[in-house]
T-cell receptor, first 110, second 112 residues
Framework: DGGITQSPKYLFRKEGQNVTLSCEQN?????MYWYRQDPGQGLRLIYY???????QKGDIAEGYSVSREKKESFPLTVTSAQKNPTAFYLC?????????FGPGTRLTVL | GENVEQHPSTLSVQEGDSAVIKCTYS??????FPWYKQELGKGPQLIID???NVGEKKDQRIAVTLNKTAKHFSLHITETQPEDSAVYFC???????????WGAGTKLIIKP
């Protein structure tokens, strides 16, 4: 099956901890994205990558970091500098302009 | 930069009636307009899209119309069913730009 996988589905973090969210795709897409979604809100872009070993900040990059060492993988680290990380995190990928989404990771800070 | 406005924020319709959601965009260079459906706790799924060289596109009960002059596009759902209840997002992008600019979403409620 081709698609985008995100893990874990649910993640709990204590204050002051860094956590890493996984995103993998086997669609052979060049571009990958991370979005944050708060309850009842739209999608806000955190980071995006159009090619391996390159990525750009989105609208709300502060407190987050990413890497793109492989075409298939685009992990997102939520650092302790992100003051309000509780949200639903969505990963997407595209070969042209149509973005395809993973199932999401719900992060809760305890 | 591009801005996309989406209305209404909530839409409640009787089962079997039609639903229309509208979006306006600001950048006339935008040429790709997708619509996504998001069910509770899931990632958005593409349901239909349209490009600027087309005025209307249909897929069974779903249609999208584009008015480039007025810079707005609309999602039309006919014969609504309970499974159509979800949040719908519109977006816009330019061909050479890999980024989508998103609307704020519309919560569609289908009343039995």
């Amino acid at each position: 099956d081709g698609g985008i996988t995100q893990s874990p589905k649910y993640l709990f973090r204590k204050e002051g901890q860094n956590v890493t969210l996984s995103c993998e795709q086997n669609l052979n897409h060049d571009a990958m994205y991370w979005y944050r979604q708060d309850p009842g809100q739209g999608l806000r872009l955190i980071y995006y990558s159009q090619i391996v070993n390159d990525f750009q900040k989105g609208d709300i990059a502060e407190g987050y970091s990413v890497s793109r060492e492989k075409k298939e993988s685009f992990p997102l680290t939520v650092t302790s500098a992100q003051k309000n990380p509780t949200a639903f995190y969505l990963c997407a990928s595209t070969a042209t302009d149509t973005q395809y989404f993973g199932p999401g990771t719900r992060l809760t800070v305890l | 930069g591009e801005n996309v406005e989406q209305h209404p924020s909530t839409l409640s319709v009787q089962e079997g009636d039609s639903a229309v959601i509208k979006c306006t965009y600001s950048d006339s260079a935008s040429n790709y307009f997708p619509w996504y459906k998001q069910e509770l706790g899931k990632g958005p799924q593409l349901i239909i899209d349209i490009r600027s060289n087309v005025g209307e596109k249909k897929d069974q009960r779903i249609a999208v119309t584009l008015n480039k002059t007025a810079k707005h596009f609309s999602l039309h759902i006919t014969e609504t069913q309970p499974e159509d209840s979800a949040v719908y997002f519109c977006a816009a992008s330019m061909w050479s730009n890999y980024q989508l600019i998103w609307g704020a979403g519309t919560k569609l409620i289908i009343k039995p």
